[in-house]
């Protein structure tokens, strides 16, 4: 991919659990991780931002879940089917 466009963003979409993810974006020069929510919401101190890349979190439709997600420091993006309610979490947040 990057051969074909050096300016292209690539991130890892994960299901599973990762050991060590911040040494996998930097020696495969990911731009971030696409974490299944249940990565986080199980193993949250994991996958906690030990570099300079994004962690985006898929698919969070529950309330709850967002309310758990928008208090960990780390999360750059929270992925959704209903985004105004996300949003009026976040904001209600800030």
Request: neutral net charge; hydrophobic residues 35%; without cysteine.
């Amino acid at each position: 991919m990057k051969k074909t466009d050096p300016h292209s963003k690539i991130a890892w979409l994960l299901v599973y659990e990762l050991s060590r993810p911040s040494e996998y974006v930097q020696s495969l020069e990911l731009e971030g991780l696409h974490l299944y929510k249940d990565l986080l919401l199980k193993n949250a101190i994991e996958y906690q931002k030990k570099g300079d890349y994004p962690i985006r979190v898929w698919t969070v439709n529950e309330v709850r879940e967002m309310e758990q997600l928008l208090q960990m420091k780390h999360i750059d993006t929270i992925m959704t089917d209903y985004p105004k309610e996300a949003i009026s979490l976040r904001n209600a947040k800030s």
